[in-house]
């Protein structure tokens, strides 16, 4: 396993990233100079895969599942629509608000960086 987001696992809660991965070999890891490109995200914080290897992938590492699409999905909102305000967040103030979100804190990213990077980093547009 090269790393997992989830090291304790409560009862009950679904498996996922290295958890879920068992003795299967996955052909994307973070350590492929391309693996952001291998998948793409939705507003909606569902993941999508662009080949078969990134498909084996969200399946394996599940991905897909409603605990992660949420989280995913937590974490694009502020990007969309202002938490103070509640108003509609410009391409412009989106793609600014990415930009400083997308540095590294104490030589760490943020959670959900490839999400974030994806949908409103400056070569991508957010969505309308």
Do not use: W
């Not at 599942?65 to 909102?77: H, P, Q, V, Y």
């Amino acid at each position: 396993m090269l790393c997992s987001c989830q090291r304790i696992l409560s009862q009950g809660e679904p498996r996922h990233c290295g958890n879920s991965k068992a003795n299967n070999i996955i052909s994307i890891t973070p350590l492929d100079i391309d693996c952001e490109k291998k998948f793409k995200y939705n507003p909606d914080g569902t993941i999508e895969h662009t080949d078969e290897a990134s498909q084996q992938t969200i399946r394996h590492l599940q991905l897909g599942i409603d605990k992660l699409n949420s989280l995913r999905n937590k974490a694009i909102e502020p990007f969309i629509i202002d938490p103070i305000t509640l108003e509609e967040v410009s391409k412009n103030d989106a793609q600014i608000f990415a930009k400083k979100f997308l540095e590294k804190k104490d030589n760490r990213y943020n959670e959900f960086y490839t999400t974030i990077k994806y949908l409103f980093g400056e070569k991508h547009n957010t969505p309308t």
